[in-house]
């Protein structure tokens, strides 16, 4: 099974801030890798796939890069509606998860 | 507008059996791979299972934890999926979501609202 961690768990920005998350697979996963992001109470929403491809609608703000073991997601400049918690999925080999990571206010 | 709405959530003793409903409307259900992914409160997302299509055999893919305790079956003529879940643990507690994939990848283009499903004695 393809594990993934996150990197940090927990995040505490402010608005306008450059925000960066860092997930990592133990084995290769291409670039056959998803973001997601959820609100309390809420289905999360797919926002990045194929590692840096925007979803329909999702603000350019966000944005994702790397291939192989490592990836991140970027939010340029933070807004009010992006604390939320943010989620990596591989798609290489089944699907897993990663652990999430929660972005608060500072 | 796609939409997924689950049902038959609730409490049931562990050892118990619960049935989830997942009704399909807004996009062609009969041609999407479905799945089921569940949260426990406070965790992060897992993967249940997979069912596939008619046309691409409808099989079905389970994750470890769940495999012989649950079963996924679809009713294309009614929109819906299902999730059988029997044998149930304290560690099953969790928020149940169905999920229509991309294709024929596993990537979740629609989410449900999901249904609380609770084992406790």
């Known amino acids: 099974d393809i594990q993934m961690t996150q990197s940090p768990s927990t995040l505490s920005a402010s608005v306008g801030d450059r925000v960066t998350i860092t997930c990592r697979a133990s084995?290769?996963?291409?670039?056959?890798l998803a973001w997601y992001q959820q609100k309390p109470g809420k289905a999360p929403k797919l926002l990045i796939y194929k590692a840096s491809s925007l979803e329909s609608g999702v603000p350019s703000r966000f944005s994702g890069s790397g291939s192989g073991t490592e990836f991140t997601l970027t939010i340029s400049s933070l807004q009010p509606d992006d604390f939320a918690t943010y989620y990596c999925?591989?798609?290489?080999?089944?699907?897993?998860f990663g652990p999430g990571t929660k972005v608060d206010i500072k | 507008e796609v939409q997924l709405v689950e049902s038959g959530g609730g409490l049931v003793k562990p050892g118990g059996s619960l049935r989830l409903s997942c009704a399909a409307s807004g996009f062609t259900f009969s041609n999407a791979w479905m799945s089921w992914v569940r949260q426990a409160p406070g965790k992060g997302l897992e993967w249940v299972g997979r069912?596939?299509?008619?046309?691409?055999?409808?099989?079905?893919d389970f994750a470890a934890p769940v495999k012989g305790r649950f079963t996924i079956s679809r009713d294309d003529s009614k929109n819906t999926l299902f999730l059988q879940m029997n044998s149930l643990t304290t560690e099953d507690t969790a928020v149940y979501y169905c999920?229509?994939?991309?294709?024929?990848?596993?990537?979740?283009?629609?989410w449900g609202q999901g249904t609380l499903v609770t084992v406790s004695s």
């Open positions: 084995q290769s996963v291409s670039g056959w």
């Open positions: 999920t229509g994939h991309r294709g024929i990848i596993n990537l979740f283009d629609y």
């Open positions: 999925q591989q798609y290489h080999t089944y699907l897993t």
């Open positions: 069912i596939k299509t008619k046309t691409d055999g409808g099989t079905t």
